[in-house]
């Protein structure tokens, strides 16, 4: 079997072809292509990535290309993690919103918009060539951000072999579990991509919860540092996901960035850039280990900066630097891509797994609609994805939820219809917006700047 990724030349390309390598030929897959438009990051960040598969299975058949048609045909499993428009178009989308009032984070209110725009036809089109090249009905794993309201959109347009992929949930449960000692550390998830809460924390089949929300490293070793005690209990006891932070410390985390000298994707661009020119002057083939060493100092920059600027508060443990050996020898760590190969896993075993991703909601929350795609804890197994029933939800958290997914699907529908009329009124009911003014200005300049993905507006 085939495993395509489209986007193989990003930053991240070295983590998910470690995650591939080690899981991959354990679900019947053989052969990985790693495709990028970029030709000179995918033949030095690809190609990083190829080392690290060859050197844990060399058996593997790993192939790098500019060709998405080469990519995509008789592929079994597609993962998308793109960025249209690189680094550079989320500079834009964050200072345009900053020069408004408004936040720019680039998954959501003002900056998810704009990275959809140029996000949602790009994939559109990647879409139309599994459907021609790849295997019939081949999973697409969209990873590219803004990864839930992606996957509304390819749902709604009637691509429904997508499911949406985000290493948040997953990742703070790993921190929990480190945190606990609980390595079988389960919980419930339930919301919308990066707007979500867990709940109901289990291990060795015994209720843990009241052990997790009162353990005294709870608000010091997990992205639960980002929030004081309290907004734990007036969300009942829910935990939020890391991104609600900037809902519920909106004008905190506005003034902290207007007060940096530079927002987050500025920060990225100055690291990538600089990363790159250093790689531009290392043979990759002949000097593995230097480049492998530039590769993890520059990438622990933006792991130790995650959340800083918006924030002011910086992870209390850094991110490492091992070796290539030390590397190699670490165990996987439940990546995103992770994620994807234990869907298939399941799929292809039987053997059912748990895990949250962004699919139709399909009566797991009775305040959305059926087809309303939601981040949420599944059950896979062979007969695919069975969303868990999620009872009880607070008032609190039913708000926010519908107001924020009535902003995705006007998205969709705005992207859909060209319609300037709804892209305002999407951006007019955001919570992080909630201006019929800005978001007029902020709807004119990013249709100007992003006029070769969508169009003309209609209205």
């Known amino acids: 079997m085939k ?4 986007g193989g030349g990003g930053v991240r390309s070295p983590f998910l072809a470690k995650s591939i390598a080690l899981g991959v030929r354990s679900i019947g897959i053989t052969e990985t292509v790693f495709m990028d438009i970029d030709e000179e990051k995918l033949f030095i960040y690809g190609k990083i990535a190829k080392k690290i598969s060859e050197l844990i299975d060399p058996e593997l058949k790993f192939s790098l290309t500019t060709d998405s048609v080469e990519a995509l045909t008789d592929a079994d499993f597609v993962i998308t993690t793109i960025r249209a428009e690189g680094d550079k178009g989320r500079v834009f989308d964050e200072r345009t919103a900053l020069n408004l009032g408004v936040l720019g984070q680039e998954t959501t209110g003002a900056g998810g918009f704009a990275m959809a725009l140029r996000s949602i036809h790009t994939l559109l089109d ?38 949406g992929v985000c290493d948040a949930p997953s990742g703070f449960l790993r921190q929990l579990r480190d945190m606990s000692g609980r390595r079988d550390l389960q919980c419930e998830c339930f919301g919308l991509n990066h707007l979500s809460w867990f709940k109901n924390f289990t291990s060795e089949g015994k209720d843990v919860t009241d052990e ?7 608000y010091r070793k997990s992205e ?107 165990p996987e760590n439940g990546s995103y891509a992770a994620v994807a190969l234990d869907y298939i896993r ?15 909601n399909d ?24 969303t868990h029933k999620i009872d009880n939800v607070p008032e609190m958290q039913k708000n926010l939820i519908r107001a924020v997914k009535h902003y995705e699907n006007l998205t969709v529908e705005a992207i859909m219809e060209r319609s300037r009329e709804k892209a305002v009124k999407a951006l007019t009911v955001h919570p992080l917006v909630c201006s019929y003014p800005i978001a007029e200005k902020l709807v004119d300049a990013y249709a100007k700047e992003y006029k070769k993905y969508i169009g003309e507006w209609e209205s």
């Open 3 to 6: 495993l395509a990724v489209l």
């Open 126 to 163: 990647y879409c139309e060539q599994v459907k021609k090249y790849s295997k019939a009905n081949a999973p697409v794993f969209n990873f590219t951000n803004p990864s839930g309201l992606v996957t509304q959109a390819l749902r709604t347009m009637g691509y429904n072999n997508v499911y």
């Open 212 to 218: 997790i929300l009162n353990h005294p490293e709870l």
């Open 224 to 330: 639960m540092r980002l929030f004081d005690k309290e907004i734990t209990s007036l969300s009942d006891n829910l935990l939020p996901n890391e991104y609600l932070y900037f809902y519920h410390y909106r004008d905190r985390a506005v003034n902290s960035v207007l007060s940096s000298a530079k927002t987050r994707g500025e920060t990225i661009l100055e690291i990538n850039e600089h990363m790159l020119e250093e790689m531009r002057t290392i043979d990759i083939d002949n000097d593995f280990e230097k480049a492998f060493a530039c590769f993890m100092t520059h990438y622990a920059m933006r792991e130790n900066s995650y959340f800083a600027i918006e924030s002011g508060k910086a992870r209390e443990e850094k991110f490492p630097t091992p070796t290539v050996e030390e590397y190699i020898a670490q």
């Open 346 to 360: 399941a799929v292809n075993t039987g053997k059912s797994v748990q895990m949250v991703l962004s699919v139709p």
């Open 363 to 386: 009566g797991a929350m009775d305040f959305l609609k059926d087809t309303d795609v939601c981040e949420i804890t599944c059950t896979i197994d062979k007969d695919g994805v069975h």
